[in-house]
């Protein structure tokens, strides 16, 4: 294997030129850039980061550590992490925790062993252990997706980025109501996530705001997948007075309410009116087509490598939270008509109301 002096000797130059020729730290005339490029080619010469990191004790890598990869939703976040991380010459360490919290601190671990120099992690429904280890350990961390209280460790700042959650499940709640809805039911998501309370949150401050009163029968667990969901939304719509609309709190458990209303031979939106959290790309290919909030997944991702990436060069620097804003698409699930323009506001032009 060719060593950098030996691209040196070839090239005729020090090492310290090869050095910046190839990690751009300085600029260098063309004509020797040029030789030692050609020397690079001719020896076949790879850099050993290794090496490198025994050196710099920065391995230009970053832990990912999200549950349910193939989950559309999280494989864009994915996408946005990797095409950021790539951007600035990092490379990925992925892990799949299974939102459970033992296994997430076991691949936390080991992701920390391979000494990446920074962790991007959507944490379980109880992450208080792993906060506990990345605070002791002091690993540069960004939580993305569900959001961590301060956790036990002081003095351990992390930054966290999300999208917005209660707004725009209000803004379902208040088209559906807009259209004539009185029983308007929620499939929920996993207990403990952040995700799960905010929508349900926003779910409440919709019927609020239309005067609905929130009835607990309403409101059944779909623990963020699809069978739990399936199993759930066929418990309301054997209820002695089911609900005539179901706001699905994300796109596994969209699938799963959609199972138990085929079974049953219902069809949505005559007999249910649908309205989903997460929008996701065959989600118009459905009949009717899903009126859904899409979140900014691959942003999510993209502004967690720039909040590590922030932290890495200034570790010192208090903590950030940034919240992304979710778009409402506006299709015909919902049981507004199909032959009229969508809207990305949200907005319904027959009935005249926001959402
Ligand atoms: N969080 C937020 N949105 C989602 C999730 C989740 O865990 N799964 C699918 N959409």
Redesign the pocket.
């Given at each position: 294997m060719a060593t950098m002096a030996d691209v040196a000797r070839q090239a005729g130059v020090s090492v310290a030129t090869v050095s910046h020729v190839l990690n751009g730290t300085r600029p260098v005339l063309p004509h020797t850039r040029q030789a030692v490029l050609d020397a690079v080619d001719a020896l076949a010469y790879t850099p050993n980061t290794l090496a490198r990191s025994l050196v710099t004790a920065r391995t230009r890598s970053i832990g990912l550590a999200v549950?349910?990869i193939s989950?559309p939703?999280?494989t864009e976040i994915l996408q946005g992490v990797e095409a950021g991380a790539l951007e600035e010459g990092y490379s990925l360490l992925i892990a799949d925790p299974h939102?459970d919290p033992a296994h997430e601190r076991k691949v936390v671990r080991l992701l920390h062993e391979r000494r990446v120099d920074g962790m991007i992690v959507?944490p379980s429904p109880d992450p208080r252990e792993l906060l506990g280890y990345l605070g002791r350990h002091g690993v540069p961390t960004v939580f993305l997706?569900?959001l961590v209280d301060g956790g036990p460790a002081p003095g351990f700042a992390f930054d966290q980025v999300?999208?917005e959650?209660a707004e725009p499940v209000a803004r379902l709640v208040t088209h559906l109501a807009g259209l004539g809805h009185r029983r308007i039911a929620l499939v929920a998501?996993?207990p403990g996530?952040s995700?799960t309370s905010e929508r349900i949150a926003g779910y409440r401050q919709g019927l609020a705001g239309a005067g609905l009163p929130y009835d607990e029968r309403l409101v059944v667990p779909g623990n963020?997948e699809a069978a739990a969901a399936e199993r759930a939304t066929g418990a309301l719509l054997s209820l002695p007075a089911p609900p005539t609309a179901l706001v699905t709190a994300?796109?596994?458990m969209t699938i799963g309410a959609l199972r138990a209303v085929r079974a049953r031979g219902l069809s949505v939106p005559a007999d249910l009116a649908l309205c989903c959290?997460?929008d996701f790309s065959w989600a118009d290919l459905f009949s009717p087509r899903l009126t859904a909030v899409s979140?900014p997944s691959r942003e999510i991702g993209a502004q967690a490598v720039r909040l590590l990436l922030e932290r890495l060069d200034s570790p010192g620097r208090a903590a950030r939270t940034v919240r992304l804003p979710s778009a409402l698409v506006h299709r015909t699930s919902c049981g507004c008509p199909g032959d009229r323009p969508e809207s990305s506001s949200g907005s319904c032009p027959e009935k005249g109301s926001d959402a």
């Open positions: 549950s349910a989950n939703y999280f939102d959507a997706d569900r999300c999208a959650n998501g996993l996530l995700t963020s994300n796109n596994a959290f997460d979140q």
